[in-house]
């Protein structure tokens, strides 16, 4: 429940004058409705997610159904072993790229029943961009093809960009794609698809899986970037920069 409806519950059940609660409410509906437990549960928001949710932005799990989320910053499996989300384990983005988002996954599973898009990360505040950054073990020249310079800013850090793969629920395992997400270097570069199989290091159906994730995130307004199979963005840097803030 959102926390306005519940602020609202609470007051209104603290202002209406019932002859006897037990003659309103059942046993249930007295805990369910128990104004204490209420504050327990906003209280148990995460701090970062009360944020994001003040400044607009949306749960994808609220929005799309059937779609799963693996903040992968959020636990210590992740290229610099650290989680640095803390308890925020969901995915938040702008509401209109959520809703393309949604076409997206909807497209994949009236095409591909059994699929679904998993997503690891949405929207990213700009300190932990700055963690990202920090923690690349690359040279400064080429550290910009894999995590956005914090000083420029990522589209992550709006909310318009999108980490994600495919996971089919029947085989219960992700799709192959070639390379785990993350890894950073030419097998994982849509831009490199023709040579890494002409070497050896991807395969037909590697390729072919990352097709169709591109077919319904570029169906659906999102646009790849050259090194990152799993990454996609909504709208240019210049377009995020006039419509949203950054996350800080
Ligand atoms: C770090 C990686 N998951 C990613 O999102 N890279 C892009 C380029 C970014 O930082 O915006
Ligand atoms: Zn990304």
């Not at 209406?16 to 309103?24: H, R």
């Not at 799990?61 to 992740?78: A, H, R, W």
């Not at 290229?79 to 640095?84: L, S, T």
Request: net charge negative; glycine share 6%.
């Amino acid at each position: 429940m959102k926390r306005s409806a519940l602020i609202f519950l609470t007051l209104a059940i603290a202002c209406s004058s019932p002859k006897s609660d037990q003659e309103v409410f059942s046993e249930q509906q007295r805990e369910e409705l128990d104004p204490i437990r209420e504050i327990d549960l906003v209280e148990e928001m995460p701090e970062l997610e009360m944020t994001l949710r003040d400044q607009g932005l949306v749960n994808v799990e609220e929005e799309i159904p059937g779609i799963m989320v693996e903040l992968k910053y959020s636990t210590t499996d992740n290229f610099f072993k650290q989680d640095v989300y803390g308890d925020l384990t969901k995915a938040f983005l702008q509401p209109e790229v959520a809703e393309r988002l949604k076409k997206a996954q909807e497209m994949l599973q009236a095409e591909n029943p059994g699929y679904t898009l998993l997503v690891y990360d949405g929207v990213r505040p700009s300190s932990v961009q700055q963690i990202l950054w920090d923690n690349l073990d690359k040279p400064d020249s080429l550290k910009p093809l894999y995590v956005a310079d914090p000083k420029k800013g990522s589209l992550h850090n709006f909310g318009v960009a999108v980490d994600l793969t495919i996971f089919d629920t029947k085989a219960d395992s992700t799709l192959d794609m070639g390379t785990s997400y993350d890894y950073f270097g030419y097998p994982a570069y849509p831009d490199r698809e023709k040579q890494m199989l002409s070497e050896g290091k991807l395969t037909r159906a590697q390729i072919a899986n990352r097709d169709i994730l591109r077919k319904v995130m570029t169906a659906n307004g999102f646009s790849g970037i050259g090194s990152e199979w799993w990454h996609f963005n909504a709208f240019s840097r210049k377009e995020a920069g006039e419509k949203f803030e950054i996350i800080k």
